[in-house]
Nanobody, 125 residues
Framework: EVQFAESGGGLVQAGGSLRLSCVPS????????IGWFRQAPGKERETVSC????????YYADFVQGRFTISGDNAKNTVYLQVNGVKPEDAAVYYC??????????????????WGQGTRVTVSS
């Protein structure tokens, strides 16, 4: 079963930075395209960023505006989301998941498999 453990969230001041980590269980991230999602209170879950299994393609939602960077570390079997220039509207629970496709132009495919517990990002202004 595809499972993930997300970590790295916490309280951050507006304008600050965080690095979120996503560790898959039972497989390596090179087997699948991986996406980061987030869900703010009272809102639907939305796509944030994704990376292809090869690492050759990445995609970012428009609201990222150059502030986030997704990357993978083969040795640690971890996908990271570096979040810089945090804004109050970035406050949410962040999740990673397997997706059917990640391309630079078309973006996300469909999410499949289980959701992890997520990691909460709280922003102080």
């Amino acid at each position: 079963e595809v499972q993930f453990a997300e970590s790295g969230g916490g309280l951050v001041q507006a304008g600050g930075s965080l690095r979120l980590s996503c560790v898959p269980s039972g497989f390596t991230f090179e087997d699948y395209d991986i996406g980061w999602f987030r869900q703010a209170p009272g809102k639907e879950r939305e796509t944030v960023s994704c990376i292809s299994s090869s690492g050759g393609s990445t995609y970012y939602a428009d609201f990222v505006q150059g502030r986030f960077t997704i990357s993978g570390d083969n040795a640690k079997n971890t996908v990271y989301l570096q979040v810089n220039g945090v804004k109050p509207e970035d406050a949410a629970v962040y999740y990673c998941a397997t997706i059917t496709r990640c391309t630079a132009v078309a973006g996300f495919g469909y999410q499949f498999g289980s959701w992890g517990q997520g990691t909460r990002v709280t922003v102080s202004s």
